[in-house]
């Protein structure tokens, strides 16, 4: 059965860790599923702080992408897969998926942790409790004070 994708992002993930199997403690693994809405659905940016995943399309065409450390330039690397094609994102790489096609995309990934942790980007910088002092994030991502109230009232 499909997960609901009518939310902001358009995207739905299942996920299988020890948290909801404890009988997968020690094996050092995690599962998810995830559904896209055709046309746009999204998994925003994020990091995994403690695993690499393995993301395998069983159905749709999404444009996946990850962002290399800034040692490494902050280099982009992406592909559209098709079903049946796989893709490695990094330990630790923030990274993204979005459904470019006009069907819906299903897809699952496997993580080399048993509990991997999610870091969403734009969530925690913008939507900290208590918020991060706008003038810290004015300054770091180079906008008016403005836009990043706008942003944290989103959050």
Known sequence: MPGNT??????????????????????????????????????????????????????????????????????????????????????GMIHFWLNIGNTPTVAFAGLSSQNPGVIAIANTVFGSDPPINPDALTKAFMLDKNAVQYLQSKF
């Open 6 to 91: 009518g939310n902001a992002v358009g995207s739905n993930v299942a996920t299988v860790n020890v948290d909801a199997l404890p009988g997968q403690n020690t094996l050092g693994i995690a599962i998810v599923h995830i559904d896209f809405a055709p046309c746009g659905g999204l998994k925003p940016p994020h990091t995994h702080p403690h695993a690499t995943k393995v993301f395998v399309v069983l159905e749709g065409a999404p444009l996946v992408g990850f962002v290399t450390s800034n040692q490494d330039n902050n280099n982009l690397f992406t592909m559209v897969l098709n079903k049946g094609e796989v893709f490695v994102f990094p330990f």
